[in-house]
């Protein structure tokens, strides 16, 4: 079974700076699609930038990033010139391009903002 | 409408009750899907629904948890005898098709559900 791991239940990072939210995932398939989704104290969930296993290029969409290593299976999020808004749980998912897959996700990490 | 709209938006219930939880999909979208969401946990999927296909319940946790989807529109999650550890937000997405390379979900903003 598909498993993907969050390490880190919380993380800060200052206003304008950097910071990078990490995750690793199990599967034993090779064709597959890594997300990060947002979800606000609104709970609304928000896709904020997908990755396709077969693309060796990293995604990137505006200030948000990923560094896929398909080897090590990790795919963590990098979000630069961070902004009070981006404060949110942000959780990681898999899914395997095959019928009848279904997401599978992360337990997520809270990320807060320092003005 | 617009988006995936979710009712009620909170539902508080005394332990042993029923309670229903609705789901009104994006117009058009075929795949319809069901996640919990616990505290300090992760989504755990339910149930999907796709089209006329019958439904994937493999996320169910139990025999009070039952879901239909009527007209191939709006998703109703049933949970029967509800039990504390039922407690959660249970939330909705829809997408517009199943198996496409870049399937989206479309979010709703989730019912939260306490159990007292």
């Known amino acids: 079974a598909q498993t993907v791991t969050q390490s880190q239940p919380e993380m800060s990072v200052q206003e304008a700076e950097t910071v990078t939210l990490s995750c690793t995932y199990d599967t034993s398939e090779s064709d597959y699609y890594l997300f990060w989704y947002k979800q606000p104290p609104s709970r609304q969930m928000i896709l904020v930038i997908r990755?396709?296993?077969?693309?060796?290029q990293n995604a990137t969409e505006n200030r948000f990033s990923v560094n896929f290593q398909k080897a090590a299976k990790s795919f963590s999020l990098k979000i630069s010139d961070s902004q009070l808004g981006d404060a949110a749980m942000y959780f990681c998912?898999?899914?395997?391009?095959?019928?009848?897959?279904?997401?599978?996700f992360g337990k997520g990490i809270t990320l807060s903002v320092r003005p | 409408g617009a988006g995936v709209s979710q009712s009620p938006s909170n539902k508080v219930t005394e332990k042993g009750k029923d309670v229903e939880l609705r789901c009104d999909p994006i117009s058009g979208h075929t795949a319809l899907y069901w996640y919990r969401q616990s505290l300090g946990q992760g989504l755990e999927f339910l149930i999907y629904?796709?089209?006329?296909?019958?439904?994937?319940k493999s996320g169910l946790p139990s025999d009070r948890f039952s879901a239909e989807r009527t007209g191939g529109s709006v998703s109703t999650l049933t949970i029967q005898r509800t039990q504390q550890e039922d407690s959660a937000v249970y939330l909705c997405a829809s997408s517009p098709s199943f198996g496409s390379l870049s399937e989206k979900l479309f979010f709703g903003s989730g019912t939260q559900l306490s159990v007292l």
């Open positions: 998912a898999y899914r395997f391009t095959g019928a009848n897959s279904k997401l599978t």
């Open positions: 990755q396709e296993a077969y693309k060796q």
């Open positions: 629904f796709q089209g006329n296909s019958a439904p994937d």
